[in-house]
């Protein structure tokens, strides 16, 4: 092949005690539509943001056409025709969609960009009100407006990070096939999908990536499912919780079927579950997000609840948890709920404050832990002790800053905190989103040990394998409504058409 | 109440609202990139004293409120290298910048001219009024028989409007305060942005200082900013970020403080200092009526990073 | 470097920097009397508004209102003062001060509630009830509370049994030092110890998990904070009055709310940070008197060099965070 458009060399790139690239390479060739694969955290996003310039490397070189240049700012890699579309929306909720769309394009006059998006929408399929003001627009919009955001500028090559995590299929296909057309018209396409499928059945070619490194690039041709999967996990868990707890692979590897978790839903089956005691209901229940829910929780299951992002669940969490009070209807809920926040830095955490702290945060509301006024904070540190050794977060002490753990670390604080509160319900909200195979199949196996100790567990997920393989008992959420799914439904294209067949959230 | 009272209360309206106006219209743009510029008290003062000097070195008012200008413009650079720059916390950069620019003026001022501060004389900016638009009755006079900077002020408020919401300057500008991450996404570069909003911000609180100083008083005075910077921070609030609605609030706040002499010359016997309290007390309950916190921009106040 | 670029300031300015430094630490260091005396003396009311500034910032309310809360209280304390003037000592000055306290959280409680049940930002409202605060001490002092022959700009002076005792004799330094001194470990105790104290800080440093993680009322805490800053400030104009002045003066304060504002940055928001910087600005202060006394130096470069030390502090601030390099965080944003 001729010389790669774009060519990242042994970037290497650190965030605090966290070394998030060791050595990656790529090459992004024009007229080619190439796949990044790696476990959530294996450094997929952290590449993609030095080639959009969002993050600059420690070390390490970038050649755009044959010359060595430097990625100081999206606006330096705009310049040179890269374009990121980003996994986290990065767009300005106070304005609208066309402001949003012409944003830091000079040049154009406002009706040709306008002009422009429609053509594209036209074309792609991509369609998104463009007098609309983001804040208003639901996820699925939100993404659409992002890809429209990158196109409009015409890239030479074009990053897109897990684009489709919000799309439905029909969605997804259609930009699929926008990024055939892309690279069939001369332009590089580079793509990180939440879905192994997708991304084998769009790519030309593909680059494995793993703790930080490139592993592997082949073309698609010829390489099979079974070695990729060999390499995104390399020789076994034990090389990534040996490296800190960095990282690494989320349920899609799951979903490949490459982990095993002990036990398994099947163990609880639905006619033992009739009896137990009801621990949480909610009837009629409305908030901002929600519609008329109603939901029942018992003692020793677990209770799942899938869903594209953005229907509601947000809320449904926060008020089975009681964090929230519901605008109308009826919430029983017990007086303590663990709670296992999908936002692990800002709900979960605080950041600034260290492990016995961040460990206090809930346990200085149980009795034993001191009195009303005082903090015990011998005990809470004893308690912080313990939880370190026991969940075995790698931190030098407990007196560590909970931002320098990795993602899996911190979930392991959190998980370890809110089973010390002994709470006869736990609600967890993407447990695993962002951890490593490792540290997601011990997630699954302290919340299935629970539910046998016959804690009442709601499992939030967007991940709809986790559903089937953990719950008992599933119902989806879209546009805010709960639907139960029934035994002879409960199977992917069941709950899968139940997810879509309402559509993605529109408000 | 007869017409000229009336009319009089108007004219010390106005021209008590003009300077707040002014340094309020500024520090709009500022706020909008996501900058809260609590030193443009500083600033005032600066061009205060800029401005007199300025006017008194190249003999003409004119000029002097270029020199006002450009003082103020320098004020809020240090602020800008601090805040913006290096990132430090704006609410205290702005403190220190306030403390500093009176301390640098007051101290400046006895330099050149004596420890007792022998009475400068200025040359003043002379009321212009305009033909035909000042002899309307009432508001003529209040409204077109006022100096040059007043103008100034009225034209800056639909022009920064304009560029505010109509050009592609101004949404990059609202989208910096808004969200920074997504507007340096998108390609804007946040901290130029940020840096000439402020700048611009402390180059109008420089034409208010000065001013002050030329239309006002005809002499620089220490401390004459007497916190018209922090004022002009609640009226921003108060105009919702808009700058045409921001000079109107100005207006509204010119007014408050003009009731004394109205209320007096109808005969009111309030003590001085409640008048004084007054404007106050009224902005605080206009802000209690009709401010949400949603008009804000989100980032405002919020140190930004890029390329981390 | 901060004196480096004062030094130069001075010398554009016509005087002599040596002549001016000497002056400055003459008039701040140069005696245990002048220490006590002026220094200390000086550093009372910057280290209650500095308390109050640095409580209320650690819980990210952000109270610029110290100087018309400081004022308040100042009113509140000399008019119990000269008012209940059959009460037995302690009980006086006691009252006096509880008054201030009340009258500072009173103040206080306006922008809290503002803020709270309305969503207005209280570095607004705070900076307006400033003024409203000083125009009512300048009213009481021209009005109801005037001195008797009613031609000064004052009040009466308070009766002994209203006044703080001295706390080392045959100096001008009061009781109210102590006091500070007693609050700011209080303070450190209750942030460090106390179950409030912890929950404030959580909600200083992340609103979001302190409500989801923590089941914290948020806004309960905002308010007590912002009514205990307040407070705070309050205690800092009746220990003034009670303490120092025995009268209540239409300029009490030189600003002191604003000064406290870095007084309480610069000590890094720790109660024994704020002792010391509030010592070091008193200090400031104290050299500037002599510095305009002795050298004929304006006080008003006093004000240039505490912006230009707010200012170095602020730099290397930065520059350290900048140094100590990249944000840690994690790979997947």
């Known amino acids: 092949m001729s010389q790669p458009f774009v060519r990242l060399q042994g970037i290497k790139r650190r965030f605090g005690l966290i070394q998030a690239l060791s050595g990656a390479d790529l090459d992004l060739y024009s007229g080619e539509v190439h796949g990044v694969l790696g476990a959530n955290g294996a450094g997929k996003s952290t590449l993609f943001n030095v080639l959009g310039g969002l993050v600059s490397p420690d070390s390490g070189g970038i050649e755009v056409e044959g010359s060595s240049v430097k990625l100081r700012s999206p606006r330096d890699a705009w310049a040179r025709g890269i374009g990121l579309v980003h996994q986290h929306f990065?767009?300005?909720?106070?304005?609208?969609?066309?402001?949003?769309?012409?944003?830091?394009?000079?040049?154009?006059?406002?009706?040709?960009?306008?002009?422009?998006?429609?053509?594209?929408?036209?074309?792609?399929?991509?369609?998104?009100?463009?007098?609309?003001?983001?804040?208003?627009?639901?996820?699925?919009?939100?993404?659409?407006?992002?890809?429209?955001?990158?196109?409009?500028?015409?890239?030479?090559?074009?990053?897109?990070?897990?684009?489709?995590?919000?799309?439905?299929?029909e969605e997804a296909d259609g930009l699929f096939s926008v990024l055939k057309d892309l690279a069939r018209d001369g332009r590089a396409v580079a793509l990180v999908a939440h879905?192994?499928?997708?991304?084998?059945?769009?790519?030309?070619?593909?680059?494995?990536?793993?703790?930080?490194?490139?592993v592997m690039t082949a073309p698609r041709s010829q390489v099979s499912v079974r070695e990729l999967v060999a390499e995104m996990i390399g020789d076994g868990i034990a090389d990534e919780v040996a490296m800190g707890g960095q990282a690494g692979s989320s349920s899609d590897s799951v979903a490949v079927g490459t982990v095993q978790v002990?036990?398994?839903?099947?163990?609880?089956?639905?006619?033992?579950?009739?009896?137990?005691?009801?621990?949480?209901?909610?009837?009629?229940?409305?908030?901002?997000?929600?519609?008329?829910?109603?939901?029942?929780?018992?003692?020793?299951?677990?209770?799942?609840?899938?869903?594209?992002?953005?229907?509601?669940?947000?809320?449904?969490?926060?008020?089975?948890?009681?964090?929230?009070?519901?605008?109308?209807?009826?919430?029983?809920?017990?007086?303590?709920?663990a709670f296992i926040p999908q936002d692990r830095h800002a709900?979960?955490?605080?950041?600034?404050?260290?492990l016995t702290e961040n460990v206090a945060l809930a346990l200085s509301r149980m009795a034993e832990f001191g009195s009303r006024v005082m903090m015990p904070w011998g005990v809470l540190r004893g308690e912080a002790e313990r939880i370190r050794a026991q969940f075995e977060v790698v931190a030098p002490s407990v007196e560590t800053r909970a931002q320098l753990l990795s993602g899996g670390n911190q979930q392991r604080v959190i998980i370890g905190r809110e089973l010390a509160l002994k709470a006869p319900m736990l609600v967890a909200e993407n447990p695993t989103r962002g951890l490593d195979v490792a540290a997601t199949s011990y997630v699954h196996g302290e919340l299935l040990k629970l539910a046998s100790e016959g804690v009442a567990i709601v499992l939030i997920s967007t991940d709809l394998n986790e559903v089937l393989r953990l719950a008992d008992r599933v119902s989806v959420m879209t546009k805010g409504r709960m639907v139960e799914v029934s035994e002879s439904q409960k199977t992917r294209e069941g709950v899968g058409a139940l997810m879509l067949g309402g559509g993605e959230a529109s408000n | 109440m007869s017409q000229v009272e009336l009319a009089l209360f108007l004219e010390s309206a106005v021209r008590l609202g003009i300077p707040l106006a002014l340094a309020a219209m500024g520090e709009t743009i500022t706020e909008r990139s996501g900058v809260i510029n609590i030193g443009i008290e500083g600033s005032i003062i600066a061009g205060a004293l800029g401005g007199s000097l300025g006017a008194i070195a190249f003999g003409g008012a004119g000029l002097g409120v270029a020199f006002g200008a450009l003082t103020g413009l320098l004020v809020a650079f240090v602020f800008a290298v601090f805040a913006i720059g290096l990132g430090a916390d704006q609410i205290i950069t702005g403190t220190a910048v306030t403390i500093g620019g009176l301390g640098m003026t007051g101290a400046l001022y006895q330099v050149v001219f004596g420890v007792n501060g022998m009475e400068l004389s200025v040359p003043m900016l002379a009321p212009a009024a305009i033909p035909w638009l000042s002899d309307i009755p009432v508001i003529g006079s209040a409204l077109f028989a006022q100096a040059p900077t007043a103008y100034f002020a009225y034209v800056m408020a639909p022009l920064a409007w304009y560029v505010l919401f109509k050009t592609a300057w101004g949404l990059e500008l609202r989208a910096t305060g808004e969200a920074p991450v997504a507007a340096e996404a998108a390609?804007?570069?946040?901290?130029?942005?940020?840096?000439?909003?402020?700048?611009?911000?402390?180059?109008?609180?420089?034409?208010?200082?000065?001013?002050?100083?030329?239309?006002?008083?005809?002499?620089?005075?220490?401390?004459?900013?007497?916190?018209?910077?922090?004022?002009?921070?609640?009226?921003?609030?108060?105009?919702?970020?808009?700058?045409?609605?921001?000079?109107?609030?100005?207006?509204f706040f010119?007014?408050?403080?003009?009731?004394?002499?109205?209320?007096?010359?109808l005969g009111f016997d309030l003590a001085y200092q409640i008048f004084l309290a007054f404007p106050y007390i009224l902005t605080l309950a206009a802000l209690a009526g009709w401010v949400g916190k949603s008009q804000a921009p989100a980032a405002l106040a919020l140190p930004w990073e890029p390329n981390r | 470097m901060t004196l480096g670029v004062a030094a130069v300031l001075l010398m554009l300015g016509g005087y002599d920097p040596v002549q001016a430094a000497a002056a400055m630490l003459r008039g701040s260091v140069g005696s245990w009397n002048t220490f006590v005396s002026i220094t200390l003396v000086r550093a009372v009311p910057l280290l209650f508004a500095g308390l109050a500034v640095a409580l209320a910032f650690r819980a990210g309310v952000w109270n610029i209102g110290a100087e018309g809360q400081l004022y308040v209280g100042a009113v509140a304390g000399v008019w119990v003062a000269l008012t209940f003037t059959d009460l037995p000592g302690p009980f006086l000055v006691t009252s006096a001060l509880t008054a201030s306290v009340v009258a500072g959280g009173a103040w206080a409680l306006v922008p809290a509630l503002m803020k709270l049940r309305l969503g207005i930002g209280e570095v607004i409202t705070t900076i307006l009830m400033n003024f409203v605060g000083i125009y009512l001490a300048a009213w009481m002092v021209h009005g109801p509370l005037q001195e008797r022959r009613g031609v000064f700009p004052q009040t009466d002076r308070i009766v002994d049994a209203a006044r703080l005792p001295e706390l080392i004799s045959g100096t001008r330094l009061h009781l109210g030092f102590a006091l500070a001194l007693v609050l700011a470990g209080m303070l450190a105790f209750v942030l460090q110890r106390t179950r409030f104290g912890f929950h404030l800080r959580a909600v200083g440093a992340s609103p979001a998990a302190a409500v989801v993680a923590g089941r914290i009322d948020t806004n309960r805490v905002i308010l007590l904070t912002f009514l205990a800053s307040g407070a705070i400030a309050g205690l800092a104009g009746g220990v003034e009055v009670t303490g120092l002045t025995y009268a209540l003066y239409e300029d009490l304060s030189d600003g002191w709310g604003y000064t406290a504002i870095a007084v309480a940055l610069l000590g890094g928001l720790r109660p024994g940070g704020v002792i010391v910087t509030a010592i070091f600005f008193g200090a400031l202060q104290a050299?500037?008197?002599?510095?305009?006394?002795?050298?004929?130096?304006?006080?008003?470069?006093?004000?240039?060099?505490?912006?230009?030390?707010?200012?170095?502090?602020?730099?290397?601030?930065?520059?350290?965070?900048?140094?100590?390099?990249h944000h840690a965080g994690e790979e997947a944003l």
């Open chain 1, 90 to 169: 990065t767009l300005v909720p106070a304005l609208t969609v066309r402001d949003n769309l012409r944003l830091g394009v000079r040049g154009h006059s406002l009706t040709a960009a306008v002009a422009a998006a429609e053509a594209k929408m036209e074309r792609t399929g991509l369609r998104v009100p463009l007098e609309a003001n983001v804040s208003e627009l639901g996820v699925g919009d939100r993404q659409r407006t992002e890809i429209l955001k990158a196109l409009l500028r015409d890239p030479q090559v074009l990053i897109l990070d897990e684009p489709t995590a919000v799309l439905t299929p």
């Open chain 1, 195 to 214: 879905k192994l499928d997708e991304v084998l059945a769009v790519s030309d070619r593909l680059t494995v990536i793993r703790a930080g490194r490139s």
């Open chain 1, 262 to 337: 002990p036990g398994g839903a099947s163990a609880a089956s639905p006619s033992t579950e009739r009896g137990r005691m009801v621990v949480a209901s909610l009837v009629g229940v409305y908030a901002d997000r929600l519609k008329d829910v109603k939901l029942e929780v018992r003692a020793g299951e677990i209770r799942g609840i899938a869903g594209v992002e953005g229907n509601g669940q947000h809320d449904l969490a926060l008020i089975l948890s009681g964090r929230k009070s519901p605008s109308l209807g009826l919430a029983n809920i017990p007086k303590e709920v």
């Open chain 1, 347 to 354: 709900e979960g955490l605080v950041a600034d404050f260290d």
């Open chain 2, 187 to 251: 390609g804007v570069r946040v901290r130029a942005v940020r840096f000439s909003a402020t700048l611009f911000g402390g180059a109008m609180a420089g034409i208010a200082g000065a001013h002050l100083a030329l239309a006002h008083a005809g002499a620089f005075a220490e401390n004459m900013s007497a916190g018209k910077g922090f004022i002009a921070i609640a009226v921003v609030a108060l105009g919702r970020w808009n700058p045409i609605i921001v000079l109107f609030a100005a207006l």
């Open chain 2, 254 to 265: 010119g007014g408050a403080s003009a009731l004394q002499f109205l209320l007096q010359a």
């Open chain 3, 287 to 325: 050299g500037a008197g002599a510095m305009q006394r002795d050298a004929g130096i304006p006080a008003a470069w006093v004000d240039v060099v505490e912006a230009l030390v707010i200012l170095a502090v602020l730099g290397l601030d930065r520059i350290r965070a900048a140094r100590v390099g």
